[in-house]
C-alpha cells in the first residue's frame, strides 16, 4: 500500500495512493480528480543472509551467504499491485477514492542461532549452537486482494484551521496463507551409532498452509493455476480510519491557494482485519519427545524429503505425539498506528516526518493462537522539491531491524520511479535489503485545474465567509 510509495507520504500529490498511508487525505487534495492505473512495490529488510557480487546495475553471479555469527534472525518482505485506483472530489470538503490491491507480508524470526557458511550436518550445527538451546522460531505468510472505498470529509474548515476525517473500508480475498511455529527445541548430549551424538528431548511444532495450495497442480496453465488457486478461498472485511490537521497558507504555486498550507499533521490507524483459511489436510502439531531420536535419524528422515505431502510422516517417525488441525485459521493483517507532519519550508520545496508504531502484538495479549504478519516501517524523513510535472525525493528511513536506509525517488509527469536503498543500485552486498515502487498517476490537464483552483478557492471562501447567511431561512 501507500505507506511504502515512501515519496509521496504527505504529498499533495499522492492522489489515490494516499488513502492507503492516511484516509483522511484525499480531502485536501488540490486535484478534482486522478487515476492510478498501475502501481507496485517491493520492499524487504533481513539479517540473516547477504547476497554478493550483485546488484540491480550488475547483476553478475549473485551468491546468497548466511551472515556467520550467534544472533537472532529475521526477515520481513511486502510486496502490492494496484489497479485502477482512482480519487474524485465530490467537493470542497470531500471526497472518495476507491480500487483493488493485491498484498502479500512475510514475517520470519529466529531466536539467537549460530551459523556458519560451511558446516557438515546437523550435529555440526547442534554443536556450534550448544549455548543457544533451546531454539525458537517462526513464519508468517499472507497474501490476499482487497476492494477498497474510502471516503474523506472537513469536518472543520476555517482560514487558520481545517480538521478532515476519513474511513477507508476493504472486502479482502485470502489467496494464501501458510505459518510455522517451533518453540523450545532442545537436545541432549549421548552415544549415537558408537560416536558422541544428540537426542531430541522436547520441542513444540506446529505449522499449517490454506488448503487452496493442494488444488495446484505443477503441469496447469496459468488460467487454470488462478483458477485452482481460487478454490477454497474465503472473504473477510477490514478497515482503516485517520484524521487530518491543516494549517491553511496563502501561497502560490502549482497547488493552487484553495488547498496550500504551512503544515499537515496525520493519524491513521492501518488495516484493522485478517484473512481467513481453510487449514489443508497436511497441517500438524507435533511434541518432540520421543525417546531415543538421534540427530542423525533426524537428518535422515527429513534429507530425503521431497515435498510438502510427506512432512506429516515424516514428523510421526520423529515425534512423539501429533495431530492433524482442521478447520480455520486467520493472519491478522499489519495493523499499526502512523503518525505522519508534513512542512512546507519555501517555493516548492517539502519535508515529511513519519513514525509507524506496529499494533499487532497488542492483538496477542492473553492469546498464543493469534497469528499475524508485520510491517518493517518504523522512522522516515523525506525531504523534497515538488511541482506538477517534476519532484525529486530523498527519503531516509529506519526499519523495525534497526537498518538506516537512504532511497530516492523521481516524478516525470505521471510516472513516480523509487528505490528504497540506493545500495540496491551501486553496492555490492545490499540487495537483500531495500526494494522499489513504480506508479503511474494521471490528474487533470494545467488549464482545467487552474480553473478548478480558482472555482475552489471562491467556493471555500463562500463557505467559510458567508455560511451563515447561506443557513438563514429567509435566504
Avoid at 402 to 407: D, E, L, N
Wanted: glycine residues 10%; charged residues 15%; hydrophobic residues 40%.
Amino acid at each position: 500500500m501507500a505507506q511504502n510509495y515512501q515519496a509521496l507520504h504527505g504529498s499533495s500529490y499522492a492522489g489515490s495512493l494516499g488513502a492507503a498511508n492516511n484516509p483522511a487525505s484525499i480531502a485536501h487534495m488540490p486535484f478534482k480528480w486522478d487515476i492510478t492505473p498501475l502501481a507496485f512495490q517491493i520492499k524487504h529488510s533481513t539479517n540473516a543472509f547477504v547476497i554478493k557480487d550483485a546488484s540491480l546495475l550488475s547483476p553478475g553471479n549473485g551468491v546468497a551467504e548466511g551472515i556467520p555469527g550467534s544472533r537472532k534472525r529475521n526477515l520481513m518482505a511486502n510486496q502490492d499491485v494496484k489497479i485502477f485506483n482512482t480519487r474524485i472530489r465530490l467537493s470542497p470538503q470531500s471526497a472518495i477514492a476507491f480500487g483493488a490491491s493485491i498484498r502479500s507480508y512475510i514475517s520470519a524470526s529466529t531466536s539467537r542461532v549460530n551459523w556458519q557458511e560451511e558446516f557438515a550436518d546437523l550435529r555440526n550445527f547442534i554443536d556450534i549452537n550448544n549455548g543457544n538451546f533451546p531454539l525458537a522460531a517462526s513464519v508468517r505468510g499472507s497474501g490476499w486482494a482487497e476492494l477498497y472505498g474510502t471516503y474523506a470529509l472537513s469536518i472543520i474548515n476555517t482560514d487558520g484551521a481545517i480538521l478532515n476525517a476519513g474511513v477507508t473500508l476493504k472486502v479482502n480475498r485470502g489467496l494464501g496463507g501458510a505459518y510455522v511455529t517451533a518453540d523450545n527445541l532442545n537436545v541432549i548430549t549421548g552415544i549415537v551409532n558408537n560416536s558422541p551424538g544428540y537426542f531430541t528431548t522436547g520441542g513444540d511444532v506446529e505449522y499449517g498452509y490454506s488448503s487452496n495450495f493442494d488444488d495446484l497442480k505443477s503441469n496447469s496453465s496459468f488460467s487454470t493455476s488462478r483458477k485452482q488457486l481460487m478454490q477454497r478461498t474465503y472473504s473477510t472485511f477490514a478497515a482503516s480510519v485517520g484524521a487530518e490537521f491543516v494549517i491553511p497558507a496563502d501561497i502560490d504555486g502549482d497547488e493552487g491557494n484553495a488547498y496550500a498550507y504551512d503544515l499537515k499533521v496525520g493519524v491513521s490507524i492501518l488495516d484493522i482485519g485478517y484473512n481467513t483459511f481453510q487449514y489443508s489436510t497436511n497441517s500438524r502439531q507435533a511434541i518432540l519427545n520421543k525417546a531415543n531420536v538421534s540427530d542423525s535419524a533426524i537428518q535422515a528422515v527429513f534429507e530425503n524429503l521431497s515435498s510438502v505431502n510427506d512432512l506429516p510422516d515424516s514428523l510421526q517417525i520423529v515425534a512423539g505425539a501429533i495431530s492433524s488441525i482442521a478447520g480455520y485459521f486467520q493472519l491478522f493483517q499489519p495493523m499499526r498506528l502512523v503518525i505522519n507532519a508534513d512542512k512546507h519550508l519555501t517555493g516548492n520545496f517539502f519535508i515529511n516526518g513519519e513514525i509507524s508504531l506496529p499494533l499487532t502484538s497488542v492483538l496477542t495479549i492473553g492469546r498464543k493462537d493469534k497469528l499475524f504478519v508485520r510491517d518493517m516501517n518504523l522512522l522516515a524523513l523525506t525531504p523534497r522539491y515538488e511541482k506538477r510535472t517534476i519532484g525529486f525525493y530523498l527519503p531516509m528511513l529506519f526499519n523495525t531491524n534497526k537498518q538506516f536506509w537512504i532511497g530516492g525517488a523521481v516524478k516525470a509527469g505521471p510516472l513516480l520511479l523509487g528505490i528504497h536503498n540506493w545500495g540496491n543500485l551501486f553496492g555490492k552486498q545490499s540487495l537483500q535489503n531495500g526494494g522499489g515502487y513504480l506508479a503511474l498517476i494521471f490528474r487533470p490537464g494545467k488549464k482545467q485545474q487552474q480553473a478548478d483552483s480558482r472555482q475552489n478557492l471562491q467556493a471555500k471562501k463562500l463557505s467559510r465567509q458567508q455560511q451563515k447567511y447561506l443557513e438563514c431561512p429567509v435566504l
